[in-house]
């Protein structure tokens, strides 16, 4: 999925500077007219942040925001704001929006501030997909594997976990190896690390 920056602004002209301003600085966008609109889109899918305006006809940016965080939407939402609204801005700030502009803005300062936030969402994305991706692979493992890796974890030799789990030394071999190669690893220390375990 691309980053991208999601503009929710009812005015057309601001929409197309902005989309324009982005593009300029080979930053993605898509553009929406209103809050209904962009609802109608897969949320799920998204990556990036989101620019929007505080005051639209119809569903308000803040009547969005709300929605949003209803809904755990992760994307940071930058704020572009009248003067009147500033205090609404300020208080979207303290329930958890990344940022607000003032129109007229500097159009290099926001477009900073975008490339920040979409970053951001990057990496919290990434994150999660690491997460995941270690969750699966822990979903694969035996019982026997997952007690023989608790060990390990330990730091206890496979002698020592035989006599622990009542079973030959080569069976240990066996596990170890098979759990190893399920969370793909080379060593107990990149377990751990893998984990994020002291070893």
Known sequence: ????????????????????????RQIACASYASAEQFLTTPLNEHVGCLVLDIRMQG????????????????????????HGDVPMAVAALKKGAYDFFEKPFNDNDLVNRIVEAITLDVRRQAREATRD?????LATLTPRERQTMEL???????????DELQIS???VEVHRA????????????????????SQ
């Open 133 to 137: 991706s270690l969750q699966n692979r």
């Open 1 to 24: 999925m691309t980053a991208k920056a999601h503009i929710i602004d009812d005015d057309e002209a601001i929409r197309d500077a902005l989309a324009w301003l982005l593009e300029s």
């Open 59 to 82: 569903m308000s940016g803040l009547s969005l925001f709300d929605n949003l965080r209803e809904r755990h939407y992760p994307l940071p939402v930058i704020f572009l704001t009248g």
């Open 169 to 171: 030394v080569r069976t």
């Open 178 to 197: 098979n759990l190893f190669d399920k969370m793909g690893v080379k060593t107990a220390v990149e377990l751990a690390r893998l984990l994020g375990r």
């Open 152 to 162: 390990v974890l330990a730091g206890k030799y496979n002698k020592i976990i035989a």
